[in-house]
């Protein structure tokens, strides 16, 4: 990039002297994320020159300016110095840091006008947060010569003191450099709390001097079988590897000096399975004294246990001044403590049931942590049984069960696994890398006010804050890792920032549409999900037909044929409104900005057939949580995408789909096809047998066919998420009736799911 060199900027400074008015007189975009709270846009810009002063107040807030000074340093040669003064002057931008000030802990005024700048906050935090603003607000010209600030005035504040995000890399290790590099990203965005989940089932990333072992054995994997450790003296690849506590020090600091709190989870009593390949004495055992399976469950009756769990602590406390310490706590198989000897004697003795033993063991640790001036903090599930009432609590569930935590009286943050997990896809398409099997667009995370007007505001003082989790189980790299969170975060920030009554998705989405532009030139893997075109059809009412919708979440031109031909600017129809088909057309779109295509062709099949919008029944009810619009999803002509936990498929939980259809007249048919989806990995699989039957009269059936799943299908099925059609074609026939049976597999010690968005009927 060019910088400025002294001589041209004496020059620059010479010309801005004659053309000084006409200048001041412009306007700049005020692309801010978070947006702030209370915004006044003034006529005017100022100007950067090399006789601006930078001034500070007092040492502490001359580090802000410092930090200020770094921000402009790809753009000038200059050695600027901070001076100290009392006040701002003429032609200078003055960071002041004043406790008398009435502004809110982490709130910061600033102030710009066509002859300085002022920076003003009653903490160190605040005039920190100023200070993202301020660089966010630099307008550098095309030609690099010139760098402005609109004039305006600012008065800011968070809405919630707590705004985090998590990052998993107990799945796949993350190098420091990166972890660095996140927190610099949760920094900008002026979010101050980095949950990192340090520890899981398959990989253990923190060095415990006390227990080697857990990093000796627990930080490595084979690199063939992922879930299977790696061991010293195995002659394959090991994958993994682990923080030392003198790089975990160096992050802590590193994270302190943006203001943002570390938050360290070590996972109890669950999620341990790791551990116990390096312990196995703290598996549960049977009557016989011999081992149960290992679940990933701490033993709760055996006290070594418990003091593996305290030295641990002992060593994340020394390292991490995080007033609370995460120890996880969801999805606790107890199966193993029902069989074991001397934890069914423990339960016996205190009267517990197994969500009892889980509060005894997640209890103990609460009073241990208290002992140490720290705070526990859990998933909610560790309010099954009885909790401490000084727990603390992290919420991931739905939102409508939000209310029902808060009422159990717990301090909690919100993250839920509605709209802040980005480990969720962002579109539906099917260019998109593989991700956890929910759908989390862009708009979704913006929408959602945490503090709903459903919920009961009397209990809003429990809510510390939001935060958004990073789960990553198919994020095996760091580019795959921003990929997924950008530009999710930004919509977290101005969630976890402003009022909801100051939020607005037309002005977010024309700063993120910039930011993303520039993050790209930074080298930022930054999605455009958001750009993709999203395709959707829909059953018209009243006139039958099927209705083609295609959209964008950020704004762009989209092109579009219905012919099966590749579209551009040239071989293309501009798309204006939503079309009406009265037949199947192969429908296929490109988004584009400035004449530049930003995603892959989107294509679809949109299918116009013979059932569309009848009356249609169901013998067997859908899995509640994937319901869609009950019985009428599977006519509406409406595609599920690609991804099953969209809210259009319907999902059937160890039950066959057992569907009753009334055509409006008799009608010749002669194909039903279902449309399907698999992810065999969250034990979704295709149906095993199809049988239609159709019927004159809705009392007389006759078995037209059965389709029966190949060997090609079972091996398709172990590929990740895929669609497929499966038709069952017989001689035609008129009919007003069609009865669709699909036959639910069956697994061995676990539940089945056959997930269908459309019976198509020709």
Not at 570 to 594: C, F, Q
């Amino acid at each position: 990039m060019k910088k400025l060199h002294l001589f041209s900027i004496v020059l620059l400074a010479c010309f801005l002297v004659l053309s000084c008015t006409s200048d001041k007189n412009k306007s700049l975009d005020v692309n801010i994320i978070p947006y702030p709270n209370k915004l006044l846009k003034k006529e005017g810009i100022f100007l950067i020159t090399a006789n601006t002063q930078l001034l500070a107040n007092s040492s502490r807030a001359a580090k802000t300016a410092h930090q200020f000074i770094q921000k402009l340093s790809p753009y000038f040669d200059q050695a600027y110095e901070v001076g100290i003064s009392d006040y701002g002057k003429n032609n200078s931008i003055y960071f002041s840091l004043d406790t008398s000030l009435n502004i809110p802990f982490e709130g910061y005024r600033l102030n710009a006008n066509t002859n300085s700048i002022s920076v003003l906050a009653s903490s160190e935090n605040g005039l920190f947060y100023g200070l993202q603003s301020l660089a966010q607000l630099l307008s550098v010209s095309q030609d690099e010569k010139t760098i402005a600030i609109p004039a305006l005035d600012i008065d800011d504040a968070p809405r919630f003191a707590w705004r985090g995000m998590h990052l998993d890399v107990s799945r796949h290790f993350m190098p420091t450099s990166f972890i660095k590099k996140y927190i610099d990203y949760l920094a900008i965005n002026k979010l101050n709390v980095f949950h990192w989940h340090l520890v899981d089932g398959v990989g253990w990333r923190i060095e415990i001097k006390s227990h080697p072992e857990l990093t000796d054995i627990g930080a490595w994997r084979a690199v063939k079988n992922e879930n299977e450790p790696w061991k010293e003296g195995d002659d394959r690849p090991k994958y993994g590897g682990f923080y030392t506590q003198k790089e975990v020090k160096e992050i802590v600091k590193y994270a302190q000096e943006r203001f943002i709190t570390v938050l360290p989870e070590i996972e109890l009593p669950g999620h341990s399975e790791i551990v116990f390949d390096c312990y196995p004495n703290l598996v549960c055992k049977d009557s016989k004294g011999k081992s149960l399976k290992n679940i990933g469950v701490y033993c709760a009756s055996n006290p070594e246990s418990y003091q593996l769990l305290e030295d641990v602590l002992d060593e994340v406390i020394d390292l991490f001044p995080s007033e609370y310490i995460h120890i996880g706590g969801d999805e606790v198989n107890k199966s193993n403590w029902k069989k074991c000897t001397t934890c069914r004697a423990l339960m016996k003795d205190k009267e517990f049931d197994e969500k009892g033993l889980q509060s005894h063991f997640v209890n103990h640790f609460d009073k241990y942590l208290i002992s140490k001036g720290r705070k526990l903090m859990g998933w909610h599930e560790i309010l099954e049984g009885e909790l401490s009432p000084s727990a603390n609590i992290m919420f991931w569930g739905g939102m409508k069960e939000f209310e029902n935590v808060l009422k159990e009286g717990h301090p909690t943050v919100l993250t839920t696994g509605t709209s802040y997990y980005f480990d969720h896809y962002q579109s539906q398409s099917e260019h998109e890398p593989r991700a956890w099997g929910g759908f989390t667009p862009l708009r979704q995370v913006y929408d959602l006010n945490p503090l709903s007007q459903d919920i009961d505001s009397s209990l809003f003082h429990q809510v510390l804050g939001i935060q958004a989790n990073v789960w990553t189980e198919h994020m095996r790299t760091p580019e795959r890792v921003e990929y997924m969170i950008f530009p999710r975060i930004f919509a977290l920030s101005e969630n976890a920032w402003i009022q909801e009554k100051n939020k607005s998705w037309n002005r977010f989405s024309k700063i993120v549409d910039a930011r993303i532009q520039q993050d790209k030139k930074k080298g930022i893997n930054c999605s455009f999900s958001a750009y993709r075109p999203i395709i959707t059809t829909s059953f018209d009412s009243i006139t039958k037909k099927l209705k083609l919708n295609i959209e964008t979440e950020l704004d762009a031109d989209v092109y579009y044929t219905l012919d099966g031909s590749h579209p551009d600017a040239e071989n293309g129809h501009l798309y204006v409104k939503p079309l009406l088909l009265d037949s199947s057309k192969e429908v296929r779109a490109i988004s584009t900005k400035a004449s530049e295509i930003l995603t892959e062709e989107e294509t679809i099949k949109a299918i116009v057939h013979k059932a569309r919008g009848c009356e249609i029944s169901l013998k067997n009810a859908p899995y509640p949580k994937y319901a869609a619009k009950g019985a009428k999803t599977l006519l509406d002509l409406e595609s599920g995408g690609n991804v099953w936990g969209s809210g259009k498929w319907l999902g059937f939980l160890d039950r066959n789909l057992d569907a009753l259809i009334q055509l409006d007249t008799l009608t010749r048919v002669e194909k039903v096809t279902l449309s399907c989806i698999t992810d065999k990995g969250s034990s979704i699989l295709f149906p095993d047998e199809i049988k239609v039957s159709v019927s004159a009269d809705g009392q007389n059936y006759q078995l037209m066919n059965t389709w029966i799943k190949p060997e090609a299908v079972l091996v398709n099925e172990g590929l990740g998420t895929k669609l497929n059609q499966f038709s069952v074609d017989f001689e035609p026939v008129n009919c007003k009736y069609i009865k669709v049976v699909a036959k639910c597999p069956k697994q061995k010690n676990k539940g089945t799911f056959i997930f269908i968005d459309e019976i198509i009927v020709e």
